[in-house]
Nanobody, 114 residues
């Protein structure tokens, strides 16, 4: 099973994007869904996560602007990104975690122009 992330693109500062992440097949026992990002030349860092469908955490830099949601029935994760700024430019990755370990998506590029 693979994760497919999509919804990235080019947007002007102040704009919005909505990222989606879905598995290519059946998965059960997902504990945590998360979004990470990696800017050019930097390490991959956690953006937001949701555990058990309700416990959410956010990086300080995105608090109040980005919102993670999930659909436990469809096993999908979403990242609504508002008030984007150039510092949000990065490749965004989704990750699903469970007792079986971690599954990463392939990444989707988000570019915010000033």
């Amino acid at each position: 099973v693979q994760l497919q992330a999509f919804g990235g693109g080019l947007v002007q500062a102040g704009g919005s994007l909505r990222l989606s992440c879905a598995p290519s097949g059946m998965i059960s026992g997902i504990r945590t869904m998360a979004w990470y990002r990696q800017a050019a030349g930097k390490e991959r860092t956690l953006v937001a996560s949701v555990t058990a469908g309700r416990h959410k955490t956010y990086a300080d830099s995105v608090q109040g602007r980005l919102t993670i949601t999930s659909d436990s029935r469809m096993n999908q994760a979403f990242l609504q990104m508002n008030s984007l700024n150039p510092e949000d430019t990065a490749v965004y990755y989704c990750k699903f975690s469970g007792a079986w370990g971690d599954i990463w998506g392939q990444g989707t590029q988000v570019t915010v122009s000033s």
